[in-house]
């Protein structure tokens, strides 16, 4: 796949090499072996010596609330936090679709080993082997965990538990409950850790957010994670809060684009400020596009509205063959239809994995064939569906989607199709971490969407939610006693140096802020950044784009510290002041993704530069030179002005990386 292909090296004035870098703790052998030999090769925590070990453990969502659920039935302390009022709040919550296991219950040919190969595949071979592994070989028990919870997923007639597909898959191994997945697992998680806090080995502070990693020299130069500062986000008083080893569950990082199917709230401040302390960030330019989306009605809008995958099961995805065609669909007759994933990828159909279509529907919107205010827009139509199987078969499967899609459009999509366009939904990348769910720096732990380790350039539908729970039932448990069979370490108290520095730096920071006073409001420069990212690295990136939008993300940071107005004081209940931390972050964060994807001059997966792509537009790889992990160093406290890239070099033995084909 890279005949003739030379890289222009057009991202080097913007970035510094430094050594490559391995994952130390990256099991050999036979694959399906890998995972319990690391298990038995850790060591081990005795249940009387956990009772003295402190975790933190930021983020309430399914990866985050499992494993402080877990490791406090394991009897460690556990100190957990959530910016929202509640841990069921947590945006697992919204996930709608379902979650993957290999248990074959349909008996249409799946398995372990084809949960890894599709995980891989889909991940455009831009993924470690052992890590799709381990997490396609634990989801058979996520499944089991989650029933004996009580979580209500779909029965079929005679008890079983029903399946349906997913993009890019050929079997039905997604377990699901209606179109509420997300929320029924999240409620299971959210009991197993009140059970916990009624036991006394969880504490939960809810409305409190992480604004700095503590670090500190444990006597022999080696730096650990040892704590973090919290702003209380009611009194506005900043805290500091030490433990053995600490735990980043805040998932991703798509509101940089400000319009996404995240909260609100979500942001990346818990792990770029991990980043900003010498946490290695993975991949940061692998953000997915999701094809399912409501499409943006108008400038008033703050976020957007996903429609579940799974709606691909039943919905048939067309535009009108004629541009220009603005008939109502129930005038356009079927001969003039174009269900254009159906004859493109014939052996896939509508249910292609999420890049490819996004792609295609931006494709047929660019010919004019869109639909809908600005011809942004394809249909997605399930009047074969209700005429096959009844509109009450339907209902069940799918009726608080389809209510949802009423409450927002107006439009009934029971009597007419209803009009979806792709946009950003969850990112690939995060903080790089080992085998044991490690960052570089030690005692650092992250977990789910946070961190980048399982799932490539692109992540297949329902497979977020597995790895949050693979991630907090079933590995941190194992991988995080290892590193504290060396505890208890030496306590460290609030006035310690380390914790006296990060909670003057987080101080520091919010007087900064609120000392600019200029006439401009936060939301409106996250708004302008959005546009930026979205413009020249979302769907489609360039050479010239992404160049042109390092420069402009540059001086929009610079106008910000000029002219933002943060109202209102430090301490009190103060939202502008939230948000405002917040955007800084992602400015940094921005700059960071428009660098890492001009230095990626391939596309793969949610990667697609316009240079590098096969001759009837599908995704062009160059294995010779970027297959690996880019793991990025932050540089600007060193007195760099660039950030430093280590490469993991990606290694094959069990699949064969070649180019990927849904047809």
């Known amino acids: 796949m890279t005949e003739t292909f030379t890289p222009t090296r057009a991202a080097e004035q913007f970035i510094e090499h430094g050594e490559d870098i391995a994952d130390a703790k990256a099991p050999s052998g036979p694959i399906e072996g890998r995972w319990d030999q690391r298990k038995f090769d850790g060591s081990l925590v005795n249940p009387a010596n956990r009772r003295k070990i402190k975790v933190i453990m930021v983020g309430t969502g399914l990866a985050g609330a499992s494993a402080a659920a877990t490791l406090g039935e394991a009897g460690y302390q556990v100190t957990s936090f959530c910016y929202q009022d509640s841990p069921r709040r947590a945006h697992s919550i919204a996930a709608q679709g379902g979650i993957n296991a290999a248990k074959n219950y349909r008996n249409d040919g799946d398995s372990v080993y084809r949960l890894f190969y599709d995980t891989v595949k889909g991940g455009d071979f831009r993924s470690r082997e052992s890590n799709s592994y381990r997490l396609a070989q634990v989801s058979v028990n996520i499944i089991d965990q989650c029933v004996a919870q009580g979580v209500p997923f779909a029965r079929e007639y005679g008890g079983l538990l029903d399946n349906r597909s997913f993009g890019g898959v050929q079997v039905s191994r997604t377990f699901y409950a209606r179109g509420q997945t997300g929320q029924q697992l999240l409620i299971g998680a959210y009991q197993a850790l009140e059970r916990q806090v009624a036991a006394g080995t969880v504490e939960v502070h809810t409305r409190h957010e992480m604004l700095d990693l503590i670090m500190v020299d444990d006597g022999t130069g080696q730096k650990r994670a040892r704590g973090v500062v919290v702003r209380d986000m009611v009194s506005g008083e900043i805290e500091t ?36 302390r010498g946490a290695y960030f993975g991949n940061p330019c692998y953000t997915q596009i999701h094809p399912t989306c409501i499409p943006v009605s108008g400038d008033y809008q703050s976020k957007l509205t996903l429609m579940s995958e799974s709606l691909r099961n039943d919905g048939r995805i067309w535009v009108p063959k004629e541009a220009g065609d603005d008939r109502h669909p129930s005038d356009i007759p079927e001969d003039e239809r174009d269900y254009y994933l159906e004859r493109i990828y014939p052996a896939f159909g509508n249910l292609v994995p999420r890049d490819i279509a996004s792609r295609a529907a931006k494709y047929q919107c660019d010919d004019g064939k869109g639909v809908g205010p600005g011809g942004l827009g394809v249909y997605l139509d399930f009047a074969d569906a209700i005429e096959r199987m009844g509109r009450a078969t339907v209902e069940a499967k799918y009726g608080n989607l389809f209510d949802m899609y009423a409450r927002i459009t107006g439009e009934d999509p029971y009597t007419q199709p209803m009009r979806i366009y792709p946009a950003v939904h969850y990112t690939m990348g995060g903080l790089w971490v080992d085998y044991d769910l490690q960052s570089n720096l030690e005692g650092l732990f992250v977990t789910g969407e946070a961190n980048f380790s399982d799932q490539g350039a692109n992540r297949l539908g329902a497979s977020a939610l597995m790895q949050g729970l693979a991630d907090g039932y079933f590995v941190l448990p194992y991988t995080l006693a290892n590193y504290l069979a060396a505890g208890p370490f030496e306590p460290v108290g609030d006035d310690h140096p380390a914790v006296v520095e990060a909670r003057e730096a987080v101080e520091a920071r919010i007087r900064d802020l609120l000392a600019v006073d200029g006439n401009r409001t936060v939301d409106s420069y996250h708004k302008e950044l959005g546009h930026i990212m979205w413009e020249y690295c979302g769907m489609e990136r360039t050479e010239e784009g992404l160049t042109k939008a390092i420069g402009l993300i540059r001086e929009l940071k610079d106008d910000f510290w000029r002219n ?17 931390g917040r955007v800084v972050d992602f400015f940094e964060l921005g700059e960071l993704m428009c660098i890492d994807a001009l230095n990626r001059e391939e596309s793969c997966g949610g990667h697609f530069r316009a240079e590098s792509q096969t001759e009837d537009g599908e995704a062009l790889r160059h294995d010779d030179y970027f297959a690996y992990v880019a793991a990025w160093e932050y540089n600007a406290d060193s007195g760099g002005d660039k950030p430093i890239l280590h490469k993991e070099p990606l290694e094959y033995e069990y699949v064969e990386m070649k180019a990927r084909s849904y047809k």
């Open 564 to 580: 933002v107005k943060v109202t209102g004081e430090a301490g009190e209940l103060n939202q502008t002041l939230e948000r405002a």
């Open 241 to 276: 809060h030490t433990a053995d080893a600490v735990v980043l569950a805040t998932g991703g990082y798509g509101n940089v684009f400000f319009l996404s199917t995240n909260a609100v709230g979500c942001n990346v401040t818990a792990t770029w400020r991990a980043h900003r």
